[in-house]
């Protein structure tokens, strides 16, 4: 006997076997029933939704011998001959092979003729949009004012391919995607009818990876009973289908967990042994994440989730050790990596790289230091010299390198200020005069506590100047003027930044941070060497190699390379150790 696919054998036949599609359904329905069948419909929506099917249970409902009937009995005649796609009264054409203005000329021609069975002559076209500039030219006629008793019923994936003189001449009905939850049922319901074992997980895993295609999921479960020989787990629907199993996502969770990159790079390796895409394991785990912010909004959220409840329970176990700017940190991780595979072709870097970054979380945890840095900075900035404002200026110091061993100590009081000489209260009238939109009161010591938030700043602002800033320290401030201070072999970096527009966007930077007007001043420290290279870093090499005007040149070229500066804005990444030559000496 001749093996029929699920999504033939089950296609529906009636209203009532549609799912997912309530809106149009219930159109259709009270079309029929009040008498108010309009002369052209257009179906939308993505493949396998169930638009060719439903055009087919329309037509049995105006064809059939007991209708017009939203009920078609599936038995007489004409509903036989829809079903079998012989009915003289209806007519399916396909739209990509029969496009041209002849095919089209012959259709005008034809649907003069009254029906020779039913009470309406029924015109199918699928794919529509595949229709040529002329044949639509030729169609609009006959839509406009159709003869009677006869109706079109287009169906298109591409709405947006259709000209808007056709759309204007049709009732346009959507179809949706289907959820998850009704096409596990679906899928239930026929694993019942063919005495099929399959596990809820591995329902799960078809549902979501059809993606909202009913049609896509049915044809996935006869492959996978083939597969399998009738019994399907859910690592069977993972393997068959290339999907990252659901114990590896909580692998390399649990690796960036307990912050160990090793872990990792094992597991990583055991997935591109097995033949996994890389680009798949990464959408899974951005899919993993999402359901671990799902889970940290609450329970009111956890429905959001196609998962059986023990996943659920994991998942909420495992979100409880991350903050929700982790899980968001780690969303934008991956979506990095992912842009970085689509502009380099490089599949298993990326996602080794990020996995060895998010393992660290170093940066998160240091931005949340500086960001307190900053607003207890802004705190102390804000309030007047008075008694109000000691808890500010004391929570500002306990995150000071100088006080960092006092924290959880009791704060000693500060003493007493000595009270100002009448020219010191002159001065610094004077110094207000001269700054009247801030606070002048900002010492060198404020300025190094924010440096790295001002670095991170002027880098999320234009990379270029903020990898060269990375080279200085703020070594003076005396009224408000900073002296950025950078090594010998710095010359290149102070050059770059010393250009107005460079100069001008740390100056405004420093200022919004530090709520006081700052004038840069650029110099060189004589008496300071630049930083040895990281001996296992990515530039790593004896001391000896960067001597030679030809590797210099070489660091220099590393810099500008477009790949490499690529690599620094997706990762915020910088490179250190490339000091560079004096240019007027070349």
Not at 95 to 118: Q, T, W
Not at 181 to 195: D, T, V, W, Y
Request: proline share 4%.
């Amino acid at each position: 006997m001749e093996h029929l696919s699920f999504a033939r054998k089950y296609r529906p036949q009636t209203f009532k076997e549609i799912i997912g599609q309530d809106h149009v359904v219930t159109i259709l329905e009270n079309a029929v029933q009040m008498n108010r069948v309009a002369h052209a419909y257009i179906f939308s929506g993505q493949r396998g939704l169930g638009k060719t099917t439903t055009a087919r249970i329309f037509a049995k409902a105006l064809g059939c011998e007991k209708g017009p009937t939203t009920r078609p009995c599936n038995a007489c005649p004409s509903c036989a001959e829809i079903t079998q796609s012989s009915s003289i009264d209806v007519l399916e054409i396909d739209g990509a092979s029969n496009r041209g203005i002849d095919e089209i000329r012959n259709l005008r021609d034809n649907v003069k003729f009254a029906p020779s069975k039913g009470s309406y002559k029924i015109y199918i076209i699928d794919e529509v949009h595949m229709l040529t500039p002329e044949a639509f030219n030729a169609l609009l006629k006959t839509l406009e004012e159709p003869p009677q008793r006869v109706v079109f019923v287009f169906a298109t994936t591409r709405i947006n391919k259709i000209p808007a003189t056709i759309l204007s001449r049709c009732q346009r009905l959507d179809f949706r995607k289907i959820p998850a939850g009704l096409i596990i049922s679906s899928l239930r319901r026929i694993c019942e009818a063919e005495q099929l074992s399959a596990a809820d997980e591995a329902l799960s895993v078809i549902a979501r990876y059809s993606d909202g295609c009913l049609r896509d999921a049915e044809v996935l479960l006869d492959q996978l009973a083939t597969f399998t020989r009738g019994k399907i787990a859910a690592q069977d629907a993972a393997r068959l289908l290339g999907l990252v199993d659901e114990d590896l996502l909580f692998g390399l969770t649990d690796t960036i967990m307990r912050s160990d990159p090793a872990a990792a790079l094992k597991i990583i390796d055991g997935l591109i042994t097995d033949g996994k895409e890389i680009t798949q394991v990464i959408s899974g785990l951005i899919g993993h994440f999402r359901d671990l912010a799902i889970v940290r909004m609450g329970e009111s959220a956890a429905g959001l989730i196609d998962a059986s409840p023990e996943t659920v329970a994991c998942l909420k176990e495992q979100a409880g050790h991350f903050t929700v700017e982790d899980i968001l940190y780690a969303v934008a991780v991956f979506s990095n990596a992912l842009d970085f595979i689509r502009k380099t072709q490089t599949e298993r870097i990326p996602l080794e790289m990020a996995m060895i970054k998010l393992c660290r979380r170093s940066s998160v945890a240091s931005f949340d230091a500086l960001m307190k840095k900053v607003e207890a900075l802004e705190a102390r900035l804000a309030g007047p010299a008075s008694a109000s404002s000691a808890e500010p200026r004391q929570e500002f110091r306990q995150f000071s390198g100088a006080a960092a061993s006092a924290v959880g100590s009791s704060p000693a009081k500060e003493p007493p200020r000595p009270q100002e000489a009448p020219a010191a209260r002159t001065e610094r009238a004077a110094e207000k005069e001269e700054h009247p939109h801030g606070d002048v009161n900002v010492g060198l010591q404020d300025i190094q506590d924010v440096w790295q938030a001002i670095v991170d700043q002027v880098c999320s602002r234009k990379m270029s100047v903020g990898s060269y800033l990375m080279d200085g320290r703020p070594v003076n401030l005396n009224k408000g003027q900073l002296t950025i201070g950078f090594s010998k072999n710095s010359q290149f970096h102070k050059e770059v930044l010393e250009h107005v527009e460079n100069r001008h966007v740390i100056e405004s930077i420093i200022s919004d941070i530090v709520k006081a007007p700052i004038r840069v001043i650029l110099v060189i420290e004589q008496d300071r060497e630049a930083p040895e290279a990281p001996r296992n870093g990515f530039m790593a090499g004896s001391e000896s190699s960067f001597k030679s005007d030809a590797q210099a040149d070489l660091k220099d070229s590393v810099m500008f390379d477009p790949i490499v500066k690529d690599a620094m804005d997706i990762f915020k990444g910088e490179i250190k150790g490339l000091g560079r030559k004096n240019l007027k000496e070349k």
